[in-house]
């Protein structure tokens, strides 16, 4: 068993995930990446120089089982936990008033209740050593709305929450917790990680205008975003900087949207947005 620092990651098979594992081996960290594209990720590691540093373990979110088992083997294997980051996540597309309850449901079992999961899973190993960090991937839409997405913004309103209060909760075991907010950034998430309700794009949907103006918009924005490495970046400095920032805004729109958020009364902030998208 080798005594390198040893960071539990999940959602690492693309995107912002794959960047920071990359960035984490690259640091001296052993990395146990939990997720549910084992064979993707074997591939990308493939003859890659990180591959050794990492082991990769299948994991469902949905299942508390499959992420017990999986945090049983990486302490088997390494010995210890010294940093999680929750990554895993996408976003539903949906009108409130056209969701299907089955969507909203999944949509918390990912972003917030695997986040959870995953976060008591490895939790007993880090309060018996009195130290750990936690880094909560969240968005700067967990500060800021947008329509068509309600219920991906409240699952990521609820990763800040839930970041706010376990920071108080495990500060007396040692243990950091922080969030990073990116804005937008191009990864696979409007390629393959949007979920449309069956409403959109239905040109009889009463939403039609709105989601005609809104959603090549946003998800143009998404792809033509910045680079995942900045976040990368700041998930390492945030693991490395006892005295970092509790929340890290991360990109352009980030800064963009929650300077204003900030700045102005509620009114003249939702007027310079809708002005912004033209809705
Ligand atoms: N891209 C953006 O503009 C943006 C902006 C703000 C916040 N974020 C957040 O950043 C995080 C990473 O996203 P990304 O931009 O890197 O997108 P991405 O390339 O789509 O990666 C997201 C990863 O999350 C995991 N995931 C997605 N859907 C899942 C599901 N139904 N069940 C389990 N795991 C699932 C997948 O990992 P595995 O297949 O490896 O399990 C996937 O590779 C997400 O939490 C996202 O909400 C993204």
């Known amino acids: 068993?080798?005594?390198?620092?040893?960071?539990?990651?999940?959602?690492?098979?693309?995107g912002m995930g794959f960047e920071i594992l990359a960035e984490l081996v690259r640091r001296g960290y052993r990395v146990a990446a939990l997720t549910r594209s084992p064979e993707l990720l074997d591939a990308k590691l493939l003859g890659k120089a990180l591959a050794d540093r990492v082991e990769v373990h299948a994991v469902d979110l949905r299942s508390r089982d499959s992420i017990d088992r999986a945090v049983e083997r990486i302490l088997h294997n390494c010995g210890r936990i010294d940093a999680l980051i929750n990554n895993a996540g996408y976003g539903l597309v949906s009108?409130?008033?056209?969701?299907?309850?089955?969507?909203?449901?999944?949509?918390f079992e990912i972003n917030l209740f695997g986040l959870?999961?995953?976060?008591?899973?490895?939790?007993?190993?880090?309060?018996?050593?009195?130290?750990?960090?936690?880094?909560?991937?969240?968005?700067?839409?967990?500060?800021?709305?947008?329509?068509?997405l309600s219920f991906y913004n409240a699952s990521k309103y609820a990763v800040e929450g839930i970041t706010d209060s376990l920071r108080m909760e495990l500060a007396p075991f040692g243990i950091r917790v922080h969030s990073v907010m990116p804005g937008f950034f191009s990864t696979q998430f409007a390629r393959s990680n949007l979920r449309l309700n069956a409403s959109i794009g239905d040109g009889d949907s009463p939403y039609a205008p709105l989601v005609e103006t809104l959603l090549s918009r946003v998800q143009g924005e998404i792809n033509g975003g910045d680079d995942p490495r900045l976040v990368a970046l700041a998930v390492a400095e945030l693991l490395e900087n006892p005295d970092a920032p509790v929340r890290v805004p991360v990109g352009r729109m980030a800064r963009k949207f929650l300077s204003m958020r900030r700045e102005l009364e509620d009114r003249e902030y939702e007027r310079r947005v809708r002005e912004y998208y033209g809705i």
């Open 116 to 148: 959870v999961r995953v976060t008591r899973a490895v939790l007993p190993a880090m309060r018996d050593r009195r130290e750990g960090v936690i880094v909560n991937i969240s968005s700067f839409l967990g500060r800021v709305g947008l329509p068509l």
């Open 1 to 14: 068993m080798d005594t390198l620092p040893v960071s539990v990651l999940t959602g690492a098979s693309t």
């Open 95 to 107: 009108t409130l008033e056209e969701v299907e309850d089955r969507e909203m449901i999944e949509q």
